[in-house]
C-alpha cells in the first residue's frame, strides 16, 4: 500500500466520520414552503385535503392531471359538472377552455391567490396585496356561516379583492385589527354558469386544516358547489420530473453518497494530476547586454574627452536616420537641405539651422570643440528627430 493512497484513504474516512456526526446530530427542519402538492405532508402541502376531498365531494371528485385545454378539446360534449383549481399554473388557452365551459353553465370553484389579467377582467375583478400582516383571521359573510372561521397566524397571503363589480356576490372577508374587512372570497355570475373565486389557499392546506375547528369553514366554503361531477385539475402538482437523478436526489441518503463521490472525484483528479506533472525546468532569460556596451563606450569617450569624435559620430548618424526615415539628400547641408528637414519635421527653421551649423562642426576635423557643443548639439538632433 503506497504513502498516496494512504492520503486518501484517510480523507475519506474523515470525511465520512464527519457526515455521519452531522447526520445523526441533525435536527428535521420543517418545510414552510407553499408548495400546493397533492402529495406533500408539509405544513403548506394538500395531502389531507387529497385524501378528505373523497367524502367532501361523495365520490363525485375526479382528479385531471392534464391541461384543461387537452382534457376539454378530448371531451368535447362534458354536461355540466363543478371545476376545480387550487393554486395551480395554468395556461391562458385552459383558461379559456374553464371560462367557456361555465358560459355553458358549469360552476368553477377557483382558489388561486393571484389569477392572470385577462381572465379576472372577464369574471369581472381584480385583486391585489392588501396587506402585511403576519395573522388575520377568515370568515364568511352568510349569517348562518359567522361562527365559522379560520385563523391564519402563519404566512397568510395578504391578498384581497381591491376592485369588484357590482352586481358580483361577496361571500367571505378577511378580518384584520389594524384594516378595514377586506373581500376574498366572490361569488360572479358567468354566463350559465358560476365563478367562485378564493383568493387565499392557505386554508386548504395540511396545517390548518389540521387544527381543530377549522374544517367546518372548509366545509362551508365547498358547500356553494351543487351536488354534481367534479373536476379537479392537478396538472402542475402532479407532472413529475424527468431529470435522470430525481430519484438520487429525492433521497437525502444517496443525495449525501452521490455528492460524497463526486467531490472525492474532483480531489482524486486534484491530486493525481498535481502528482504527475512534470517539473517545469526554469529557464533564464538571455540577458542584454547592448546597454552595458553602450554605457562602456560612452564611459571611454568621457573618460578620454575626446568630444570632437563624439560629435561627429552622432552627426553621422542623425544624417544617415535622416536619409532613411526622411529621405532627405544630406550631400550638401545647404538652405535648401535646412528648408526639406524643416517642412518634413515642423520644427523651427532657427533649431533646424543651429544644428546644421553644429554638425558641420562636428565634421571638421580642425574645429575646436567643446563639451557644452557636444551637449547642445545632441538635445538638438534629439529633438529634430527622436533618436
Partial sequence: MNKTFKIYALVFIIIMV??????????????????FDVDEKSPFGLFVFNHESKDLFKGKLKKVDVSAYEYYNQNKNKPAHNILV????????????????????????????????????SIGYYNSQISFEEENYIKLTDKKYQGDFIHLDKFPSGRGFSYIKPEIEVLGKTVEKNNTDQANFIKAKFGKGTFYVHCEPLFLTNYYLLKKGNVKYFQD??????????????????????????????????KYAWWIFLGGLVLFIFFNAKRKQRIVPIVEPLKNTSAEFVKSIGNLYLQEGDFHDMMAKKAQYFLNKVRLDLLIDTQNLDEDF???????????????NEAITLIKKGQDPYANVMKEDLARMNKLLDEIIKI
Fill in 338 to 352: 535646412a528648408k526639406k528637414l524643416h517642412l518634413k519635421t515642423g520644427k523651427p527653421v532657427e533649431m533646424i
Fill in 18 to 35: 464527519i457526515l455521519a456526526l452531522l447526520e445523526v446530530n441533525k435536527k428535521e427542519v420543517t418545510d414552510w414552503r407553499k408548495n
Fill in 221 to 254: 366554503v365547498f358547500s356553494y358547489l351543487q351536488d354534481r361531477d367534479t373536476l379537479w385539475f392537478v396538472e402542475s402538482n402532479t407532472k413529475e420530473s424527468r431529470f435522470f437523478m430525481r430519484f438520487i436526489l429525492s433521497k437525502p441518503a444517496l
Fill in 86 to 121: 387550487i393554486e395551480s399554473e395554468i395556461d391562458m388557452e385552459s383558461w379559456k377552455k374553464i371560462m367557456d365551459q361555465v358560459s355553458k353553465g358549469s360552476d368553477a370553484m377557483i382558489i388561486v391567490s393571484h389569477l392572470p389579467k385577462p381572465v379576472s377582467d
